[in-house]
Nanobody, 123 residues
Framework: VQLQACGGGLVQAGGSLRLSCAAS??????MGWFRQAPGKEREFVAG?????????SYSDSVKGRFTISRDNARNTVLLQMTSLKPEDTAVYYC??????????????????WGQGTLVTVSS
């Protein structure tokens, strides 16, 4: 199983980016996005829990600005990020697991990680 994340880049504050994470080797109902800013711990951003993409959750810091969704035809999970702020600057990682990925999920418990994609938001 591999997770390939892409879509990061440099954007001005207030701008938008869309990250994608393509899974190969199997399909997952439970996928999510985390981020890690310099000098900080990796933190939960968003999770998606069903094949239809109807069940999702978000951290308070991104709720209302970020949207997680899935493209099942491509076995891909997307993270649409809008109204970006400098504090959103981080390396973003996608994750997949056999169980739900939430803000309380132990990082050590997650089965699969993507390689990370850097998002830089300038002020």
């Amino acid at each position: 199983v591999q997770l390939q994340a892409c879509g990061g880049g440099l954007v001005q504050a207030g701008g938008s980016l869309r990250l994608s994470c393509a899974a190969s080797g199997r399909t997952f109902d439970n996928m999510g996005w985390f981020r890690q800013a310099p000098g900080k711990e990796r933190e939960f951003v968003a999770g998606i829990y069903d094949w239809r993409g109807a069940l999702t959750s978000y951290s308070d810091s991104v709720k209302g600005r970020f949207t997680i969704s899935r493209d099942n035809a491509r076995n891909t999970v997307l993270l649409q990020m809008t109204s970006l702020k400098p504090e959103d600057t981080a390396v973003y990682y996608c994750a997949a697991d056999n169980g739900p990925i939430t803000a309380s999920t132990s990082l050590a418990r997650i089965d699969y990680w993507g390689q990370g994609t850097l998002v830089t938001v300038s002020s």
